[in-house]
């Protein structure tokens, strides 16, 4: 019983960061920013929907209106900031110090407006629990995170595989210069690329919270494990990052069958170091 | 014309300085220096009159944010109370907040900065990590540090200028595993937090639990600020204890909830950490049992607090009450044996004066002080008192 809700658990958590893993890693592999900021995006799309319901929203309205503030926030983040400082052909270190700074400064303007308190969604039904075969229960938040995140990680590799904009964005990744030449205007492709991935990322930026509440600092670790997850699984394969960030987790959760709590995290670690030193390249490098 | 001669005489004071002269200039100058005392006495008296100022170091953000807020709201009521009759011996109280976000290395950073650059003679603290960090600094520049919320038990040893005003945890956990004891719950898990407060209590429950007649089957960490405590409460459940014992300090009302999701059925036991108006109210902490520092608020004081900042006053917003009012009463016997307010005179005269009567007796022994404690149930969204007992 132990094991299948562990195995249950990682499988909720594993979505989840596999969302941010996949959202992150199309900004990396298209724009080569290293968007740390990405933190801040997910943790306003939790604090606005919470906000939103707080109104009397229903939910359904709250994530969506979340994810439009998300996409603009993006949008603002690309064009007034990392686009600026590619116009001045900042280094890639100068990137990311701005990404950091942008993403301690949403952090602080969240911690300042909403109060850095754990903050819960007034939703008595995601608390409530669903018994699954084999004893295991699993909330409907829970529930709805494993449903939005498979939705957002096919939605995402339709986007990128099948519309015009899609293939645009890739082929931009793919060879900024000939893009440029080819007039596929790249600095917009990046616009772009920010404003979907900030959407995507607003997924489980509310799903999350809705399990566990609000912080306003909460959003660092999950983007540090998805970016391990994007590297581990190859940059530039959204299937990858994906898959990668589902393995993570569920070593971290099954793990602790063998391991006290305490080594989990560390175990989990070096057993990345490891598959790294063997294959430095990703799992799923030769599918980019 | 003696003026006009004195005015072309070369070296006229020499000439002039006869015993008249002499006498004239040593009362003007004897003038001139009881004038000058008399404006530095007024000067001092009105420095005096005017503002002694005290630090806090709280975290007011981060996840322990809702505990540092009470904590600051408990120090602010109590201090505007005496400021609004007049001060202390007409010495208005100013206090100084600055926000640690319970981290130890930010505390030692405003500790320098408070005492340093602010010469401040006292300053007030929580979390038990940050007053570990601090006490040194408070031995070796005599700071003062009242502390009102932080349970470590090296607290109580950490500096002879650190007063805590509840008792450590290991204090509460001794009481707590009797009462487990003798209710036939033997069989007990850990849950604590990778912090000095959680692993303290931790190591607590590991020392005096067998004591009592219990077994330890299981231990399992969290991080402090995590509210995902699924993998260690599945982990703990598979060790089928009957009571699991918790020591964490944020997030206790997502733990709780948590712990009903999984559909657990072992007792729930913890300290005064517990002492969480959201965990209490909430229908999935029925049954908790936890220790509780005895200090409840007269009506008309929590009436006027409530009216004040729109929020009950909490047990720590009590706690910090109670502590400023230690301190105040400190700093009244202090300033009538006509000692400056200084951090060593404060001490020598908080163990002098020893007994305190606040909102909650007291009395401090040691440096940690001895107090009731209770242990109470969580029934229908309330606090119940069920046994009381005292720390020592």
Request: aromatic share 8%; glycine share 8%.
């Amino acid at each position: 019983m132990l094991a299948l809700q562990l195995l249950c658990n990682g499988i909720v958590t594993g979505c989840a960061l596999g969302v941010v893993a996949i959202s992150f890693s199309f900004v990396y592999t298209t724009t080569k920013i290293f968007h740390v900021a990405h933190a801040g995006v997910y943790t306003l799309g939790g604090y606005i929907a919470w906000w939103l319901v707080k109104r009397g929203v229903p939910f359904v309205g709250a994530v969506a209106l979340a994810v439009v503030v998300c996409v603009a926030m993006g949008a603002l983040i690309q064009s007034q900031l990392y686009a600026q400082l590619e116009r001045r052909r900042e280094t890639h270190l100068v990137v990311l110090i701005a990404s950091l700074g942008t993403l301690a400064v949403m952090q602080n303007v969240i911690a300042a407006v909403f109060t850095p308190n754990i903050l819960r969604f007034d939703l008595p039904w995601a608390s409530q629990v669903v018994h699954l075969g084999g004893n295991v229960r699993l909330t409907w938040a829970q529930m709805l995170t494993v449903v939005v995140s498979l939705a957002a990680f096919a939605g995402l590799l339709w986007f990128a595989h099948r519309t015009l904009l899609g293939k645009r964005i890739r082929a931009v990744a793919s060879n900024p210069f000939l893009a440029e030449i080819t007039r596929l205007e790249p600095r917009t492709a990046h616009l772009y690329v920010m404003m979907v991935a900030s959407a995507v990322v607003c997924l489980p930026g509310v799903m999350v919270p809705l399990d566990f509440g609000l912080q306003p600092y909460n959003g660092v670790t999950p983007l540090l494990t998805a970016t391990i997850a994007m590297i581990a699984g190859g940059v530039g394969s959204i299937t990858g990052a994906f898959v990668m960030a589902v393995v993570i987790a569920e070593l971290q959760n099954l793990s602790l069958l063998f391991i006290p709590g305490e080594w989990s995290i560390g175990i989990t670690f070096f057993i990345f170091v490891i598959f790294m030193l063997f294959r430095p390249t990703g799992l799923f490098a030769a599918g980019r | 014309m003696p003026a006009r001669q004195a005015r072309l005489d070369p070296v006229p004071t020499l000439r002039k300085f006869g015993a008249n002269e002499k006498g004239n200039v040593m009362i003007r100058v004897g003038h001139l220096a009881l004038a000058m005392v008399a404006v530095a006495i007024t000067f001092a008296s009105q420095v005096r009159a005017e503002t002694i100022r005290l630090g806090a170091i709280l975290p007011l953000t981060g996840p322990g944010a809702l505990i540092g807020t009470a904590q600051m709201r408990g120090l602010q009521f109590a201090a505007e109370a005496v400021n609004a009759k007049g001060g202390i011996r007409g010495n208005q109280i100013e206090l100084i907040f600055e926000d640690n976000q319970a981290k130890p290395d930010q505390s030692v950073i405003i500790f320098n900065k408070l005492v340093d650059l602010q010469h401040l003679p006292m300053i007030f603290t929580a979390y038990s990590g940050p007053t570990l960090a601090m006490a040194p600094l408070a031995t070796r520049k005599k700071v003062l540090m009242v502390n009102g919320g932080a349970q470590a038990d090296k607290l109580a040893t950490a500096s002879p200028y650190l007063i805590n005003t509840l008792p450590t945890i290991g204090d509460e956990v001794k009481v707590l595993a009797k009462y487990l004891a003798k209710k036939q719950l033997t069989r007990g898990a850990i849950l604590f937090e990778n912090s000095a407060a959680g692993i303290a209590g931790r190591d607590d429950y590991v020392k005096f639990y067998p004591e009592s007649g219990g077994t330890v089957l299981a231990q399992e960490p969290t991080q402090f600020g995590q509210t995902d405590f699924r993998p260690a409460l599945l982990k703990i459940a598979d060790a089928k204890p009957q009571v699991m014992m918790v020591s964490i300090t944020a997030g206790l009302l997502q733990m709780a909830q948590q712990y009903k999701q999984l559909g657990n059925d072992f007792v729930v036991a913890g300290t005064t950490f517990f002492a969480d108006a959201e965990l209490i109210a909430d229908p999935a902490s029925e049954g908790f049992v936890h220790t509780q520092v005895r200090i409840d608020a007269p009506p008309e004081l929590a009436a006027a607090f409530k009216a004040k900042y729109g929020a009950d006053m909490d047990f720590f917003a009590r706690q910090y009450y109670n502590a400023m009012q230690i301190v105040m009463t400190t700093i009244d016997k202090t300033l009538a044996d006509g000692k400056p307010i200084t951090g060593e005179n404060l001490r020598e005269t908080l163990f002098a004066i020893r007994s305190f009567k606040g909102l909650i007796p007291l009395e401090f022994k040691t440096n940690t002080a001895s107090v009731q404690l209770d242990i109470n149930v969580m029934k229908g969204g309330k606090d119940v008192t069920v046994e009381q007992m005292t720390s020592d």
